[in-house]
């Protein structure tokens, strides 16, 4: 008979040891996408072994779900959608490089309507005024100094000969004669200088007339350079003119097809060229545009009249400008 508890002592009946847990991987998984690849490195240690985790349970779609909502940047799911935000920027496209033109051209046209709303002459003329002054004074200066540097030796030499003349004749420094002399070479030095005052001051209105034009021609820059960036604008508001004529056109054609021609004579009406041609009126109001669709509603599905509304307080925007441009 076997002794109690013998059968747990054999050696074959002993219990089988647990296994040792796998080595864990530290490899990274193989990306198909670059952008996968960028966002797995941007995340710390124990993200990316979440990742592994949910990439060996679940499958590769949830792992790069989490993988998007980890990194915050772009990842492409299986099938090649790519969702999420791109790391960097996009790279242009035709209609984007358009897009920045004519919005940044619409900007320009904004700054400097802006600046000629604000501009009044009288501050112009008072933020140059201090430095007018100067200049005209530093012109008299330089014209008398130049007077003055000329004529010293000449105006000595003759007060000095008025005196000889006195001194020749014997007459009394005192007497009439003497005071005539001597008054007819005082008037005539008295009126050189006073031709050179006059030139003096002429010289000085035109430093101030010089840099008046400098001043003017500085302020009107912006203005000027205007020409030059104005393209991508009216070439944007043009096409905004052409859509919304083109769109026109195809509800009158609608309104006729259906014969609703109260509702085409209207629509008519809206058109800048009174149904199709032509470029006088002004560009539709909101009040046209919500006008239009309610004359449309029933026909098709119409966008929200809202946004149209506001689309179209661009083009009523660039109105003036585009006849300006053409005129």
């Known amino acids: ?26 490899e990274a998984p193989k990306f198909k996408y670059e952008e996968n690849k960028a966002a797995y490195g941007g995340l710390n240690e124990k993200q990316q072994a979440r990742y592994n985790t949910i990439l060996a349970n679940k499958g590769r779609a949830a792992a790069n779900k989490f ?16 969702v999420g935000q791109p790391a960097g920027p996009a790279a242009p496209t035709p209609e984007s490089v358009t897009e920045e033109g004519f919005m940044g051209a619409g900007q ?101 007339q010089q840099m008046f034009g400098q001043a003017y021609q500085t302020g009107m820059m912006p203005y000027e350079q205007w020409g030059a ?22 509800d009158f054609e609608a309104a006729m097809k259906r014969g609703d021609r109260a509702s085409a004579e209207r629509i008519a009406r809206m058109s800048r060229g009174g149904g199709g041609g032509g470029g006088g009126q ?23 009249p809202w946004a149209a509304a506001a689309g179209s307080f661009a083009g009523s925007f660039g109105a003036g400008l585009l006849n300006q441009g053409g005129s």
């Open 1 to 26: 008979m076997a002794k109690k508890g013998a059968l747990a002592k054999d050696p074959k009946k002993r219990a089988t040891p647990t296994p040792p847990p796998p080595a864990k991987n530290t």
């Open 67 to 82: 993988l998007q909502t980890a990194s915050g940047g772009q990842v492409v799911m299986p099938g090649g959608k790519r």
């Open 108 to 208: 320009a046209y904004q700054d400097i309507t802006q600046q000629f709303r604000d501009f009044d002459p009288m501050q112009m003329q008072q933020q140059y005024e201090q430095v007018y002054s100067q200049e005209m004074d530093r012109a008299r200066q330089n014209i008398m100094s130049q007077f003055e540097r000329r004529n010293a030796e000449e105006f000595e030499r003759q007060n000095v000969d008025v005196q000889r003349q006195i001194a020749e004749r014997g007459l009394d420094p005192n007497s009439p004669a003497a005071q005539a002399l001597m008054k007819q070479n005082t008037q005539r030095q008295d009126l050189a200088r006073q031709e050179a005052m006059s030139a003096a001051e002429q010289s000085a209105q035109g430093v101030q």
């Open 229 to 250: 960036i104005q393209q991508p604008y009216i070439a944007g508001i043009s096409a905004q003119y052409q859509a919304q004529e083109a769109q026109l056109q195809r």
């Open 282 to 304: 002004p560009a539709l109001t909101p009040y046209d545009i919500l006008e239009r669709q309610r004359l449309l509603a029933g026909d098709q599905p119409q966008p929200n």
